[in-house]
C-alpha cells in the first residue's frame, strides 16, 4: 500500500481529516483523468500568462477544495513539474493529515518568524511534490497572510518550484482567501454540486471581483454524470 509521507519530520497519525489521493492510489480512474483535465485546462488558459502560482478555494466549507487541491498537486508532479502544496487553511488545517506528515511547524511558524521556508517543507512520497503544511493554529491568521512576510515567501518560492498550489479557506467564512487572491496569478473556485448554495457561489465570485483576483474557472465537484456510479470532476471557464 502507497505510504504518503517520509523525511524532515516526524509522521503524524492518519486520521479521517486526511483527503484521498484518487491520482495516486487510482491513477487510472475516470476521476484521476477528470484532474488531469483540470490540469490541462489551466495550461491553455496561461498559455499567454504565467500562471505559477494559483489559489484553489470554494465558498463554503465541505465542497472539496482540499481534495481538489491536494490531487491537482499530484497531477502535475506527476507530469514532471516541481510543485509545492502550501496549506493556507490556517484555522482548519488538512494537508498534514493527507501527506501522513507533522503540523508541528509550518506556514504559520514561517510568516511568524519562528522557523525557515527550507525547514517548514515536507518532502512527500510523491516525486517532484513538496508540502508546506499550515503549521499550529495562530490567533491572527489573516494579518500573517496579507502580511509583506507573506510577499517575501511567496517569491522565495517561485524561485525552487514550477507551481505552487495554496489550499486556501472557504471564501465565505473568513478574509483570508480574499486577501490571498492579490497575491497569486489565479484562483480556482471549487463548487459542491451537493452542498453549494447557489448565493453563497455568486456571493464567493463577486468578493473574488471585488478583491481583483484573476479567476481562472470552477472546478465541479461531486457531480454524478447519467449512467456512473462515479463522482467525476469538471473544469469550466468563466
Known amino acids: 500500500m502507497f505510504k504518503f509521507g517520509k523525511k524532515k519530520h516526524k509522521h503524524t497519525q492518519y486520521d479521517k481529516s486526511g483527503r484521498e489521493l484518487i491520482t495516486v492510489l487510482k491513477p487510472k480512474s475516470p476521476i484521476s483523468e477528470q484532474y488531469r483535465t483540470i ?11 504565467e500562471l505559477q502560482t494559483m489559489v484553489i478555494t ?4 465541505g465542497e472539496g477544495k482540499s481534495t481538489t487541491s491536494s490531487n491537482l498537486a499530484v497531477v502535475y508532479a506527476q507530469q514532471g513539474k516541481r510543485v509545492l502544496l502550501v ?6 488545517p488538512t494537508a ?34 513538496d508540502l508546506i503544511a499550515a503549521g499550529p493554529i495562530p490567533p491572527n491568521p489573516s494579518e500573517l497572510l496579507s502580511s509583506k512576510m507573506m510577499d517575501r515567501v511567496l517569491e522565495e518560492l517561485k524561485a525552487n518550484y514550477d507551481v505552487i ?6 471564501m465565505m467564512q473568513v ?3 480574499r486577501l490571498l487572491a492579490r497575491k497569486v496569478d489565479g484562483v480556482v473556485l471549487v463548487v ?8 453563497m457561489v455568486v456571493k464567493a465570485k463577486e468578493q473574488l471581483i471585488l478583491a481583483d483576483a484573476h479567476i481562472l474557472g470552477v472546478v465541479l465537484n461531486k457531480r454524478e454524470p447519467q449512467g456512473s456510479d462515479d463522482h467525476y470532476y469538471y473544469y469550466a471557464y468563466e
Open 87 to 92: 496549506d493556507c487553511d490556517m484555522r482548519r
Open 39 to 49: 490540469r490541462t485546462n489551466l495550461e491553455f488558459t496561461a498559455v499567454d500568462d
Open 165 to 170: 498550489i495554496l489550499d486556501a479557506p472557504p
Open 192 to 199: 459542491g454540486c451537493d452542498k453549494s448554495d447557489r448565493q
Open 175 to 177: 478574509a483570508d482567501t
Open 96 to 129: 498534514h493529515f493527507t501527506f501522513r506528515l507533522s503540523n508541528g511547524i509550518g506556514l504559520s511558524t514561517v510568516l511568524a518568524k519562528k522557523t525557515t521556508v527550507d525547514k517548514a517543507t515536507h518532502t512527500t512520497q510523491i516525486e517532484n511534490l
Open 58 to 61: 470554494s465558498s463554503s466549507s
